[in-house]
Structure formats: structure tokens, C-alpha cells
């Protein structure tokens, strides 16, 4: 068989091995495809792995011996997936794989509004601790996470992760979801309306696939609900957040910071308005990037092609 990786450079970098393809044919692993050049890759391909490289219909048309298609990612939209079903070829994902790396992230931008780390380091290493005629000083605002109410939307796997964490802290923890589960167990725990959620969170975190109804989500009315003293943490996706809005937000002080791993195109434009915002930290979506988590994604990749050779493929999303 031959094995066409389309985009393996953010997964492996050169940190993880491929070595374990040759177990299954001829691997072709290309860092990244240019969009002109996928029919050409991928043409004469048995198994296209693709994590953020599109296949559309034009281009799976093409694709004479396609047998399997293989995620680099949890989401799945990247690729036309009723279509290839209904040509036979499952597309298998990689589930669960950075649950823990995710609600990590959350709580570094958690804690990073609450303790103000790097502002004050800078300051120390500028000088003003040895000029200070006190033995401390702050710059901004500092705060406890303990007593918090902590608004979550979205509340799967990672969802859940999050609020654990946040019990840890002796946080109060609502949440919304589409389907409610019985989390009777959870200590500081209740479920809430969107609404509810905006009006009475200190810190909001997103864990909400994008789909037509989650798509600008948080928006200007979602946001004008909010206290002005509020934190908005997106992990998720960047299209469930109305960027113009959330900018807008930030700069005319009706919010007092926003903590994002995700934007609506990335990379991102040069104009993209949440660039430039106050009190916005923004991190090129390395949630899932951790040495760990991708070695945990190549796992689950090797899990998927085994399972595929046997006959009997698993994570299929289509």
C-alpha cells in the first residue's frame, strides 16, 4: 500500500518516529501540502493521513485507490466525510487523546489573569524590586481562584477535566450543554442557562464543538451579559467566538481579558482584531502540543491503521 502524509510537521516535528509506517506499505510524509498539490500527493494513494490539509470532493475524486483515510486530529471537518462513506472509505479519528493537556492550558490562562506571573517577573528582572522601598509590590490586581465561579460551556470529556480541576481550587463550577448528565456527585456544581452562565461567571470557559449553532456563540449579546469584571478562556475553536465583538469588548472595558489558544483563521491575519485588544493573551494553538500528547496521538494513530488492516476499523467518524 502506499501512505500519504499530507501535513506531519506539527505532530512530528522531527521529536516522534514514522518508522512504523513500513509495517504497511511505502509512506510518503510531506511537512505540508500546498492545496495545489494535493491531487498530485495523493493520486495514486491507498491511505491519506491529513491533519488540517482539506479533502474535498474535487480532490477525493481523484483519489483512484483510496481505501482509508487517517485524522492527525479530533475534529473531522477538515474532510468530506459523508462523501467518502458513501464511496466506501472510512475516516478514523484520534479521540481523547489531549483531555488532560487541554484543562491544562485552561488553568494557565486562569492563573496567569489571577497572579499576573510574567507581568511581575519583568518587573523584577527591569529593576523595580531592587528600587522598591518595600519589601513586595504588585502591579495589577491580584486574586484567589478559591470562592470563583467558574462557567463552562461545553461539558464532555474535557469539560468535566476542567471542573475537576476547578473543585481542586475550591472553585464554584456551572455549567451548559447540550445534553445534561447527572452530575449529583460534583461538589460547587449546578447546571445553568447560557444566560445564567454570562451573568454570573468570573472566569468563562469554552469545551462546545463548532457546529451551525455554536458558530459566533459568543457574541455581542452573549458578551454585553457578562460582568465587566470577567475573563473569557477559549480552547475549543475560534469561530464559536464573534472576534470582532470580543475585541470590542476588551477595549472598551466591558470585560477584563480574554485568554485564546484558537482563532477563526489560523494563522491568523494581520488585521484580525484580537491581535492588537487589551488584556488579550492569545497562543498559536499549542493546547494538544505537548511532547506527551502528540506521542499519545501517535498511538492512537498506530491503534487506527492496525485496526484497519485487520478489516475492522475503529474512531470512524463517517
Not at 506531519?8 to 514514522?18: E, H, K, M, V
Not at 470590542?248 to 488585521?271: C, K, M, S
Amino acid at each position: 500500500m502506499k501512505i500519504v502524509i499530507l501535513d506531519g510537521y506539527t505532530t512530528n516535528p522531527g521529536d516522534l518516529s514514522w518508522a512504523w509506517l513500513s509495517e504497511y506499505g511505502e509512506a510518503a510524509v510531506f511537512d505540508r501540502t500546498p492545496h495545489e498539490k494535493i491531487v498530485e500527493r495523493t493520486r495514486d494513494a491507498d491511505i491519506v493521513v491529513t491533519n488540517k490539509t482539506p479533502l474535498g470532493r474535487a480532490e477525493i475524486d481523484q483519489m483512484e485507490r483510496l481505501r482509508f483515510v487517517a485524522l492527525l486530529s479530533t475534529g473531522y471537518n477538515v474532510v468530506d466525510g459523508a462523501y467518502l462513506r458513501e464511496k466506501g472509505v472510512p475516516v478514523s479519528n484520534i479521540p481523547a487523546y489531549s483531555t488532560g493537556a487541554v484543562a491544562q492550558l485552561v488553568f494557565a490562562f486562569l492563573t496567569a489573569f489571577a497572579n499576573r506571573v510574567a507581568l511581575h517577573s519583568e518587573a523584577v528582572h527591569a529593576g523595580e524590586w531592587c528600587r522598591c522601598p518595600d519589601f513586595c509590590f504588585w502591579k495589577a490586581p491580584l486574586a484567589e481562584l478559591s470562592g470563583k465561579t467558574l462557567g463552562i460551556i461545553g461539558f464532555g470529556g474535557i469539560g468535566q477535566k476542567v471542573a475537576d480541576i476547578a473543585t481542586a481550587f475550591d472553585m464554584q463550577v456551572i455549567a451548559v450543554s447540550g445534553h445534561e448528565t447527572d452530575q449529583s456527585a460534583r461538589k460547587n456544581f449546578r447546571w445553568t442557562t447560557l444566560e445564567g452562565l454570562a451573568a454570573q461567571s468570573d472566569f468563562i470557559t469554552l469545551h462546545c464543538p463548532l457546529t451551525p449553532e455554536t458558530e459566533n456563540l459568543v457574541d455581542a449579546a452573549f458578551l454585553a451579559r457578562c460582568k465587566k469584571t470577567a475573563y473569557l478562556i477559549n480552547t475549543a475553536r475560534g469561530p464559536v467566538v464573534d472576534a470582532g465583538a470580543l475585541a470590542d469588548a476588551l477595549n472598551e472595558g466591558r470585560l477584563a481579558g480574554a485568554g485564546l489558544d484558537v482563532l477563526t483563521t489560523e494563522p491568523p491575519a494581520e488585521d484580525n482584531p484580537l491581535l492588537h485588544a487589551k488584556n488579550c493573551l492569545i497562543t498559536p494553538h499549542i493546547a494538544w502540543a505537548g511532547y506527551e500528547t502528540r506521542a499519545r496521538l501517535m498511538s492512537i494513530l498506530k491503534d487506527n491503521f492496525a485496526a484497519f488492516a485487520k478489516g475492522a476499523p475503529i474512531h470512524v467518524v463517517n
